[in-house]
């Protein structure tokens, strides 16, 4: 029996979760033949498209309202009889949901896990942080400070 990560490093998996949320198909689907031979892969929860409630916050960190719905997939599947991957990805992209949820259960493996922590997660971290870093800066430039003059004693 194949340990699963899950049980003992569940901060990595919530973070190889959210990175292959963020990946595209393209960047899923180069890392595909990487993988090598796979044993066989049993659908758990095909692919499916729902909708899901996006929550805000006045001013970020004020009270919660509904800001608005959203299209998400998500998607479960099984190598032969070991982990279980899973995936929820915005969007409508079936195959992509299946993508990240087959590279879910293949990083719960130890067989393949070091390789795609490595050639995939890093990568793809690396890039998702460096395009964040440059939204931040794209948008610190056309930042307005707002300050109020007192006039008078209150």
Sequence with gaps: ???????????????????????TLTQLEDMLPAAGELPELKPVRA??????????????????????????VRCAVRLGNGPLGVSYALGRDKRRAELAALFDALLQ????????????????????????????????????????FVRGEA
């Design 1 to 23: 029996m194949t340990s699963n990560i899950l049980t003992s490093d569940y901060p990595t998996r919530l973070a190889w979760l959210a990175v292959l949320a963020r990946a």
């Design 47 to 72: 692919p499916e498209i729902g909708m899901v409630m996006l929550r805000g916050r006045v001013g970020g960190t004020g009270n919660p309202f509904n800001l608005g719905e959203a299209s998400v």
């Design 109 to 148: 493996d130890p067989q393949h896990h070091d390789d795609l922590q490595r050639d995939l997660i890093a990568p793809l971290a690396l890039g998702q942080a460096q395009a964040r870093a440059q939204k931040q800066r794209d948008g610190a430039g056309s930042k307005v400070e707002f300050f109020t």
